[in-house]
């Protein structure tokens, strides 16, 4: 199905310790802000905290994957991170349909994480996608 403006897909995530962890490994960004919890309690967020990029990192799932799926070249993000994402918590994650060039395959999403607690965004970005048949 081609995508229209105004589509959007939303979903819940979280992302445990144990990944964050992992992403500290493969990454080499080993900040005890994300990764050590006694560290991180004498840190005005008081707990350890996603990397940002790692947080941002689920809409390449979602977006080659899911919306609209298998064959999507993901070629631009722009984010603006708001507020702390924290271990083992719920977000709600979004991707909604701004812009749409046929002509090129592409469109313009907004891409929003939320805290499904508070309700109050964490990250907020525009992703550029391209797709041959579903754009």
Do not use: W
């Not at 508070?118 to 907020?124: A, L, R, S």
Request: some cysteine; glycine content about 6%; overall charge neutral.
């Amino acid at each position: 199905m081609k995508m229209e403006i105004g589509h959007s897909h939303v979903e819940t995530v979280t992302f445990p310790q144990e990944k964050v962890n992992a992403f500290a490994e493969v990454t080499g960004d080993k900040n005890p802000i994300h990764i050590d919890a006694e560290y991180a309690a004498k840190t005005q967020f008081k707990k350890p905290i996603v990397h940002g990029i790692f947080a941002m990192s689920v809409f390449s799932n979602i977006l080659g994957m899911r919306f609209p799926g298998e064959g999507t070249v993901y070629l631009k993000q722009e984010i603006s991170f708001k507020r702390p994402i924290f271990p083992d918590q719920e977000y709600e994650v979004s991707a909604v349909v701004k812009e749409i060039n046929r002509d090129r395959h592409t469109a313009i999403l907004e891409t929003k994480i939320t805290d499904k607690v508070t309700g109050k965004v964490n990250c907020v970005g525009e992703a550029t996608i391209m797709h041959e048949t579903k754009i």
